[in-house]
């Protein structure tokens, strides 16, 4: 395939010398002849020259006005004067100046001219190909700056995160601490300002040598391993949860650990199991003593009512000790049911929540003397345990409102809004502070009815005044059964 020529733009007044020019010199160059300056120009946007020749003496503007004029759009072009009469110090100022290549004498010499031309073509392609690698170089450099600014940014938040976490982050190599973050200090109680690393590992060693054994064990693979430990610092038990990943940092194998302090979770979670099994001890001596004191009695009653039936020498008032037994067996079977519906209450299990609560305070508006007002726009049952949950929260307010509150009326509303169910209770009792039953959670079972609530996914939240009573909010998101 043969090489494309370069284009060659000469401009002179003289058509004679344009042909000349073209024709001897079209076989090596593409020749493009011109005699307007001004239809040069045009020209010159439309082709890809490499070489500019104008004749110095033109009617229009001489060929040096033209290059003048038409360099700052045409920078890389490679431009020559043709010229009869040379000024010497002319053509130096414009070599040096006006960016000329080179000044040529006329008449010229074909040979010459040739060789010139292959050289300001050879002149042209490196001037190209080193802006095209200055400007290639420039790439790479903004390319380079911007990566540069990219990873101190990246550096910048990471240091950022690290300091601020409100984890405990430390890197181990080889059962020493290489750097740690303010938290990780906070949490193994190590208060120095301006800690030094080695007074630090001396501390872990001597304090909580578990610690290294763990994170050690843990990076010997580069798995992800999770765990959970018991610590005592300062005489004190503490919780911590240890997310550890060994990672290869500057060729190096460390083991980064991010360390959490779960010490009131813990506490919490244990708080929450003791009031369980506080309940159910509770339940357990309540229906005991149900079945003592209430049936128990009236058992005890059949019993010898029964025995006294069978014995053929008793032949009095059969009739009226028959009729008190199934009498007794009645109040039996009543009492049973009250501690069987107390165990599972059977209406909140065929006709929800609203219902059940119904019900109950139906039941105790005329033995306990207080006035319930209910209301509810809930039409949808709910998750049966979440039912279960709240119809127990609802009548451990009621219980503490007949036990302590010494209240005339209680009024609980059920309001479902945007598929969030509210439960608002009232009473108009003595009140109490909360923030001392809080203190001893067995007071009056409001720790039970939080963890109730945490349970299901709810919140609880309690405000009472001392003379005007006391006002409770359930609050849940329902899901529908």
């Known amino acids: 395939m043969l090489k494309e020529k370069d284009y060659i733009l000469y401009i002179d007044d003289d058509l004679n010398n344009l042909e000349i020019f073209k024709v001897l010199l079209e076989d090596f160059f593409e020749i493009v002849i011109e005699s307007s300056t001004s239809k040069a120009y045009e020209i010159l ?22 290059i003048e004029r038409i360099t700052p759009e045409f920078p890389d072009l490679i431009k020559i004067i043709f010229t009869a009469h040379l000024d010497h110090e002319a053509a130096i ?3 040096n100046q006006g960016g000329i290549y080179r000044y040529i004498l006329k008449p010229w010499n074909t040979q010459e001219i040739k060789i010139t031309l292959n050289n300001a073509i050879r002149e042209y392609d490196l001037r190209i190909e080193n802006k095209n690698l200055l400007d290639e170089l420039k790439h790479k450099n903004n390319a380079l700056v911007k990566a540069f600014n990219q990873l101190k940014e990246s550096e910048s938040n990471f240091h950022n995160i690290f300091n601020n976490s409100s984890d405990g982050i430390g890197i181990f190599k080889d059962k020493l601490l290489l750097e740690a973050n303010p938290a990780f200090y906070q949490i193994f109680e190590y208060n120095v300002k301006n800690p030094d690393i080695n007074n630090v590992n001396h501390y872990i060693r001597t304090t909580i040598p578990s610690l290294l054994n763990k994170i050690d064990a843990n990076n010997q693979s580069q798995e992800h391993h999770f765990a959970e430990m018991e610590l005592t610092l300062n005489d004190k038990k503490k919780f911590i949860e240890l997310n550890n990943k060994a990672i290869l940092l500057k060729s190096d194998m460390v083991s980064v650990s991010i360390i959490r302090d779960i010490t009131e979770r813990k506490l919490i979670d244990q708080r929450i199991m003791d009031t369980i099994i506080r309940t159910q001890e509770e339940d357990q001596r309540k229906y005991a003593a149900e079945l003592h004191d209430g049936l128990g009695p009236i058992l005890s009653t059949l019993k010898m009512y029964i025995e006294w039936i069978s014995d053929p020498n008793n032949t009095l008032n059969k009739e009226k000790i028959t009729q008190q037994t199934i009498q007794g067996i009645d109040e039996a079977i009543v009492i049973v049911k009250e501690i069987a519906n107390d165990l599972s209450p059977h209406l909140l299990q065929r006709f929800g929540l609203v219902n059940a609560i119904q019900s109950y305070v139906d039941n105790l508006k005329s033995t306990s003397g207080i006035e319930f007002i209910l209301s509810s726009n809930l039409n949808s049952r709910i998750i049966p345990k979440i039912e279960i949950a709240l119809y127990r929260i609802i009548l451990e307010c009621i ?11 209680v009024i609980i509303k059920f309001k479902v809004h945007e598929n969030k169910l509210t439960i608002s209770y009232a009473d108009n009792g003595k009140g109490f502070d909360v923030n001392l039953v809080n203190a001893n959670a067995p007071g009056m079972g409001l720790f039970n009815m939080q963890n109730r609530m945490r349970l299901i996914g709810g919140d609880i939240q309690v405000i009472s005044n001392i003379g005007i009573g006391t006002d409770i909010e359930l609050n849940l998101a329902l899901q529908n059964e």
């Open 45 to 66: 946007k439309k082709y890809p020259f490499k070489i500019l020749i104008a004749d110095q003496r033109m009617p229009e503007e001489t060929g040096l006005s033209f």
């Open 93 to 95: 100022k414009a070599v």
């Open 399 to 409: 219980q503490n409102t007949m036990k302590h509150a010494h209240a005339k009326k």
